[in-house]
Structures are given as structure tokens and as C-alpha cells.
């Protein structure tokens, strides 16, 4: 499964949620669903959004991890 660290990144940056949505230009209700790993897909413009508002890389944001079984 993929997990989102998106909330770790924003907390590392001390980047607020309606800030980073409004600099991302997302809702605050979506980015919000991709913090707590709700999101089942994500746009590769909204992703590279992400990564520059909060200078990192895509690997800092989502992280694979085995699904227990």
C-alpha cells in the first residue's frame, strides 16, 4: 500500500493546512483526505504542487509499505 506522509512533511516545514491548500490551490477538504490517507489516487500536477510549496522530493510525501496480511 501506498502511505501519504504528506501530514510529516507539513509538520517538519511548520506549513498550516488552509495555507499550503491555498498556495496548492486545493480545497482544504482534499487535502485533508490526502493527509489522512484517504486518497486513492493523486494528480501529478497537485503532487509536484506539493513538492514545491514544500521543497522536497515525492518520496518524502508517499511511501510504499507492505500490506500486512
Same mark, same amino acid.
Given at each position: ?9 507539513? =509538520?517538519m516545514?511548520?506549513?498550516g $493546512?488552509?495555507?499550503? %491548500? ?10 485533508? @483526505? +490526502?493527509?489522512?490517507?484517504? =486518497?486513492?489516487?493523486?494528480?501529478? $500536477?497537485?503532487?509536484? %504542487? ?8 515525492p518520496?518524502? @510525501? +508517499?511511501e ?6
Amino acid at each position: 500500500m501506498i502511505r501519504v506522509n504528506l501530514d510529516v512533511v507539513m =509538520a517538519m516545514r511548520h506549513v498550516g $493546512s488552509g495555507d499550503l %491548500a491555498d498556495r496548492v490551490d486545493i480545497t482544504p477538504a482534499n487535502l485533508s @483526505i +490526502l493527509k489522512n490517507n484517504k =486518497a486513492k489516487a493523486i494528480r501529478f $500536477s497537485t503532487l509536484n %504542487a506539493l513538492c514545491k510549496e514544500l521543497g522536497c522530493q515525492p518520496g518524502d @510525501i +508517499l511511501e510504499y509499505v507492505e500490506d500486512k496480511e
